[in-house]
């Protein structure tokens, strides 16, 4: 009788770059395929490999650190940063205008240049990968101001689902808060992050958005959060929304806070 192979012990080496806040798990693939990555001195050129803490590991020739514990937070991002580690235009980043003391973090999703609102940070890349998931469910509200006086029934095939350019949106909740002069406030609800779905969704239908911002994202709220300030969320709700908890949380589930400071943006960002 044929025995059943073994499975593998340890993790899947992406996983593992993923868990230490190197990337995602996709782009830490890149990362290996592009023969960045050492197992034990040896250069590695696919992500086929399972790895246990016993082995050395390096990124560019330096020493995988030690795994933080897992941490989420809120932060406001101010229109007119781009959602990118680094920018080919030269344009101003979210992360070179972090508050300091932040430690290296990726971020969930992207909101566009024009685009504000809260963005998810996080340093673990699992985690990022988990809530990025269409399959995670949690919708992701927005404020929308359009220009114009619409009415309910305007907003019927974003409600239904609709194609722009081949590519299928799902429906969308729609609501019109208020007219405000020239344009109309919405609250607009869905459960995918599409490029600039909202926006492209508005002008299939003969609307111009000038202004979006994003309020929550699931459970997560934007709440009194001001632009550029960052929160961490506390280690009771990562267990809660997340199943997880910080190794380094208190008696009361709160995760001990670092002390994060505003600094003035760069000199990049335009006015």
């Known amino acids: ?53 016993a082995d050395q590991i390096a990124v560019d020739g330096k020493p995988l650190a030690e795994p933080e514990p897992p941490r989420l937070w809120l932060y406001h991002k101010p229109m007119g940063l781009v959602t990118t580690a680094k920018d080919e235009k030269g344009r101003a980043t ?24 809260l963005l998810l940070l996080t340093n673990d890349g699992e985690i990022k990968r988990r809530l990025e998931l269409p399959s995670t469910g949690w919708v992701r509200k927005y404020r929308v101001r359009i220009h114009g006086a619409p009415k309910d029934e305007d907003f019927a095939p974003l409600r239904a689902g609709l194609v722009v350019d081949g590519e299928k949106f799902q429906p969308m909740s729609v609501t019109v808060d208020r007219q405000q002069g020239a344009n109309a406030w919405l609250t607009v609800g869905l459960r995918e992050g599409r490029n600039r779905e909202i926006r492209r ?25 001001k632009p550029g300030a960052v929160e961490e969320v506390k280690a009771r709700v990562l267990r809660d929304q997340l199943g997880l908890a910080s190794p380094d949380a208190d008696k009361t589930g709160t995760a001990k ?3 994060v400071r505003n600094r003035k943006p760069t000199s990049r960002r335009k006015p």
């Not at 995602?24 to 086929?48: C, F, H, Q």
């Not at 111009?208 to 994202?217: E, H, M, P, Q, W």
């Open 201 to 225: 969704a508005m002008e299939a239908v003969g609307l111009t958005v000038n202004r979006l911002i994003r309020i929550a994202y699931g459970p997560f709220r934007l709440g009194e959060l």
């Open 257 to 259: 806070k670092k002390p």
């Open 1 to 53: 009788m044929s025995q059943t192979p073994a499975t593998p012990k340890g993790d899947r080496i992406a996983k593992v770059l993923a868990r230490a806040g190197i990337a995602s798990r996709r782009e830490a693939e890149r990362i290996i395929e592009a023969g960045r990555v050492s197992v034990n001195g040896k250069l590695i050129d696919s992500p086929a490999l399972n790895v246990t803490a």
């Open 94 to 117: 979210v992360f070179d205008n972090l508050p300091e003391g932040m430690p290296r973090v990726v971020s969930v999703g992207r909101l566009d240049l024009n685009s504000e609102g």
